[in-house]
């Protein structure tokens, strides 16, 4: 098929590299003249492993290209999907700007029967909005609405979009069902079909209860280590479970990124705007929030006073395998023993500087000489690999601390260092 995509972000681009991947012809949309620039060169403008590889060989094979012209996109595809950004406003509520100036593009280009679809996470009520915007410029008969959120996870993009756990589609009538399911023939998930706002909360739903899932295994490890209980085999029992699972039982920093933050805030905007008064979602982001206050007492605990003190920082993006520093516990935990006097340097294997005053260094043992201590804030899996002897060799001091529990205790404190973690300290 002919495929339109509006926005290449994370979304967009991945979509249009898969569904390009596939055999359809794709024409990706996007208005920023540099990123354009880029894609056109065959450059991600973002770390997502496979993704580059993907990009060049369908733009070779010509079933791949780029415009900033949406008009063109969208009279020359079957298939439009809209993939457009929708950061948060100061009230929590989703930009919708963007969107907005999407369907405004779509009503004065569409001449032929169109499905547009979806992809952008947008307040509950957003499609159908779309769908009645649409209506009052254009034959009904020349488009349907259909909301089909994304569930892929920054770092596993292309797996997410080639094999996920399920489809959601919202939509008004069968005949745009049937269509996407032929387009998305290579995906053998099963299908979840839904009313618009159906979908759209669907959406809102799953993200949000994985932000639960994180700050429910947070509070239980603060209670852990009261206890002199390890969080970790207290975690791997609960996932045990089939009701609950394993994933998302991992204690740390907290969550970040563009999508868990956002969305939690966006759905409790909406209830809000239904005069519903929410009592566990605000308390999400809570527990999240206390979460950098967790570590910053352990470390204070461990070397006094942070003035002066020389911290090294292993990770910077909000999770591994991304460049994504959106929300990033790490750079919040940084910027807190700023504030506390403590010298920070970091390193990070992708993210290479989030401004003028914290960069990554060249190398994640050079990154600690000379430091009191070490802080795991992003699990990659070559910080986890490391050498731990050859760490103690490099810091002045002999604290490492895991914000992630990542780290094996037995070989850190084997190599002569003090580890510190959350829910793993045991009392006698």
Known sequence: MNVGVIGAGYVGLTTSCVLAEFGHRVLCVDKNHHKLNQLKSCEVPFYEPGLQEMLERNVKKGHLSFTNNTREAIQSSEVVFIAVG???????????TFIQQVVDEISQAIEKYTIIVTKSTVPLGTNEWMDQALTKKVKPELFDVVSNPEFLKEGTAIQDTISPDRMVIGAK?????QLLKTLFSFIKAPYYVTTLTGAEMIKYASNVFLAMKISYINEISTICEAYGVDV???????????????????????????????????????????????????????????QVDVYMKKLEEKLGSLNK?????????????????????????????????????????IVKRVNDTLFSHRDKYDVLKGADALVLATDWQSFIDADWRKVKTRLKGNVVMDCRNALQREKVTQAGMCYVANGQQRSN
């Open 86 to 96: 929708t950061p948060p406003l100061s009230d929590g509520s989703p930009n919708l």
């Open 173 to 177: 009538n069968e005949a745009p069902v």
């Open 232 to 290: 970790n085999e207290v975690a791997q029992g609960i996932g045990a479970d089939q009701r609950i699972g394993p994933a998302f039982l991992k204690s740390g920093l907290g969550y970040g990124g563009s999508c868990l933050p956002k969305d939690l805030q966006g759905l409790i905007f909406a209830a809000t705007r239904k005069n519903i008064n929410t009592k566990l979602l605000p308390s999400i982001a809570e527990v999240n929030d206390q």
């Open 309 to 349: 003190k020389r911290i090294a920082v292993w990770g910077l993006s909000f999770k591994p395998n991304t460049d994504d520093i959106r929300h990033s516990p790490a750079i919040m935990l940084i910027e807190r023993l700023k504030e506390e006097g403590a010298d920070v340097v970091a390193y990070d294997p």
